[in-house]
């Protein structure tokens, strides 16, 4: 049998992951808005504030954006002392992406790992949907809170299942001891070189060290889940509801207890002290008000505030059926059941074991290896009560469901390994006639193959789909990213009339929610500008800058009923507006602007038009030949001003 270390596994899956950390989008508009600009912030001073991030609510923390900043600050150092000028705020973009690529396989190869030890097919499969599922490569390197959650959870399963792993091992060691013992009395008596009584120390010795060891594994998985809640996403509790019950059963409640409010209370402590801190809670080291927590400001929000998440949309029940079977096609399906399967394969290993007592084959040198499907099953549970709770809510977004993404892959995992588990039962079940027969050789023969073909089919099926689905992301919507990564480091020869010490303002329209960060902007001379379009919603505002209030601020016009104000919008964009970035489709540049003021395409990208690309496998799968076809695609362009604002002729552009 062929065994994997977990650092062989942890290697593999970051090599995968790399190419998630250069060519993944950034699929939500929060992982800009409200972590990669907080950190801009901390680290350049400028960024945009977001409204869950203004003292009057702080609902999201500053740690999290904190800790960021700590990363890649000496990075930033460094490249600023050697004079690397050139993309030198994307490479501290993509070194936190690197982060938490590491962060995440490094988790991922710990539930394979336990996975592969309890239960090989099972630890197989689960490493096959990390490496290759779509929804992994999208989550995967994105710096969300709710990507970090998931990485705690993960950890959380891995280390429920490290436990059974060990009482596992601990149960068999103890049946082989009882094996050579009765054997060794069989023996003659030979001469002891320890006395009885050294024995019996050392047995209360060790059997005291396994306690320990034991009540530690569950107590980790305890606190990664207080993590996952407290640092990453408040909501990521759901998913931790079953580890909790499980640690209960195992450990009891004293130790769950403990385990659940000694981490809480000191990463309650420091949440609270950062939030306070950068909230302006403090004034010359002394506290000016009240304590700032935003896990509580986050809770009471959603629990009982005024609904308010439900007008940023809603979607039905099936919102996430559907968005997870693109993510995961047959993996999906097949995470669905597990639970169930799990079960009746318990059910089925407890009556084979029972048939043996009795019919007294069990022999003394050969013990059958028991699957723990029981905690499997316990260990699924995350991905099916998250899936559950979060389709009952009226606001959905893609990101709800991350913290389920890895229980998700054990879950598919546990399915494949109960369906062939049940197969092999059934196989060995006794035919009519001869079993050394032909005919019954060849029934087994053919079930055995049919079995192989079909798990290699459906290999086969979900690493093509996933490929093509991975693929038509990153092709079909990659242009804002690469447009905004197209303006120029030194402007001066597109725009002659503006001085150096002049800001450089890059105007967008209807396409604002694609803005990648501040970290994709050339320099510190760019600002990005919003012009007034089509949206009439609540959009985010420049920090005050920490001469003025800085974190601690609260912008005029920054509301949570989704409101627009005057203070988020652009005006005189004709006059102000250098670069722009706009898509055939909105056609900014045509209605928002004079017309005399003139533009010039930079660059310009395919990007597909969902909206006329109604063809459903050619605009979701990549299917070469087919979807060039069949989809729509409008262009992404970065367009530069040709008209001089000061003497009113047009730019001769170099």
Known sequence: MITYSKKTIFVLLLSLRASAVIHNQIHDCDETFQVLEPVHYLLYDYAFQSWELSSEYALRSYLYAFVFSCIVFPVRVVLLVTGVEHARKKILFYLLRACVAVFTAKSDALVVVEAIRMERRVGA??????????????????????????????????????????????????????????????????????????????????????????????????????????????????????????????????????????????????????????????????????????????????????????????????????????????????????????????VLQNIRQRNKELKKKQTTNITTKLVPWKAMMVCALPFHVALIFFSLMPHKEERFLYIAYGPLALSCGISVAAIFDTFRIFKRIKLPGKENSIFVKGIRRAMSLLAAEFGILLLIVFMLVSASRTYALVSYYGAPIEIYGALPLKPHGWLPDRKLQDEINVCVGDEWYRFPSHFHLPNERYRLRFIKGAFTGALPMYYEGKALHGTAGAPEGLNDKNQEHERQWFHNATERCDFLIESDETKDSEKYFDKDLGWDIVKSLPFLDNSKSSHFLARTLYIPGYSEKRNVYTQYHLKVRTKNLETGELLELS
């Open 125 to 346: 499969v689960c490493l096959l949907v990390m490496s290759f599922s779509t929804g992994f490569f999208c989550a995967a390197t994105s710096l969300l809170a709710n990507t970090f959650a998931m990485a705690c959870v993960s950890r959380a399963v891995a280390n429920a299942l490290a436990y059974q792993n060990f009482c596992s091992s601990k149960s068999s060691n103890n049946s082989s001891n009882r094996r050579s013992s009765s054997k060794s009395n069989k023996k003659k008596k030979r001469k002891e070189k320890v006395s009885d009584e050294e024995e019996e120390e050392e047995e209360e010795i060790v059997e005291i060290e396994e306690v320990v060891i034991e009540s530690r594994a569950m107590e980790r998985a305890c606190m990664w889940c207080v993590v996952a809640v407290i640092v990453g996403w408040p909501f990521a509790g759901i998913a931790c509801v079953p580890i909790g019950i499980f640690s209960v059963c195992i450990i009891r409640m004293k130790r769950t207890f403990r385990a659940i409010v000694v981490p809480s209370l000191l990463l309650m402590l420091i949440s609270t002290f950062c939030d306070t801190l950068f909230y302006g809670g403090f004034s010359n080291g002394f506290l000016r008000t009240k304590l700032i927590s935003s896990v509580f400001n986050l809770i009471k929000y959603n629990v009982r505030g005024t609904g308010g998440s439900k007008l940023y949309g809603t979607e039905n029940y099936s919102f996430y059926f559907r968005n997870l079977f693109l993510h995961f096609n047959v993996a999906f399906l097949l995470a669905l059941p597990a639970p169930l399967l799990a079960f009746f394969s318990h």
